[in-house]
């Protein structure tokens, strides 16, 4: 069984009073992957959000049959199949264990309930989905201009 002290070591967890968190830990189940183990694929249904306690999980993206390109990766502490928080939503990555890994997952379906229920622990926990959403978003924005200022044709146009 997870306890409060598992819960509070999740990012978009750790505002929650002991309270909220005993509304969760029912709902936690406790999932292992192995190395390489596709934990959900692109396109397939959100129904489970996961928070990693402990291992690497990788997001990707499949480009064709030959290609794809490493979306991030998510770390002990962090949360990803966020797609299950909506209402209607489908994985838009790829998600692979990097390493073994653990992995508190919870039904989308019950959390919403959850969260519709206590408003205020809904807003506590948008509050943290959405500063783990800014910090991913500035990191990328970040990789996509020194991509674009590192290309040769807009680097010319830098130098002149």
Not at 16 to 34: A, G, R, S
Not at 59 to 71: P, T
Not at 108 to 123: R, S, V
Request: charged share 30%; proline share 2%; with cysteine.
């Amino acid at each position: 069984m997870v306890s409060r002290e598992d819960l509070k070591s999740i990012l978009v967890l750790r505002y929650l009073t002991d309270e909220m968190l005993d509304k969760i830990i029912p709902i936690v189940d406790i999932l292992h992957f192995d190395e390489r183990e596709v934990i959900f694929k692109e396109g397939d249904k959100g129904i489970q959000f996961y928070l990693l306690k402990r291992g690497k999980v990788v997001l990707e993206k499949r480009i064709s049959d030959k290609l794809s390109f490493s979306a991030g990766s998510v770390k002990p502490g962090y949360s990803f199949g966020w797609s299950a928080m909506l209402e209607e939503g489908n994985y838009t990555l790829n998600a692979i264990a990097a390493e073994p890994c653990e992995v508190y997952s919870i039904k989308g379906e019950k959390i919403k309930k959850i969260l519709n229920d206590d408003h205020t622990m809904g807003y506590i926990m948008n509050q943290g989905l959405l500063r783990v959403l800014k910090r991913r978003l500035d990191h990328r924005t970040e990789q996509f201009i020194r991509v674009l200022t590192q290309h040769p044709d807009i680097k010319s146009l830098n130098d002149e």
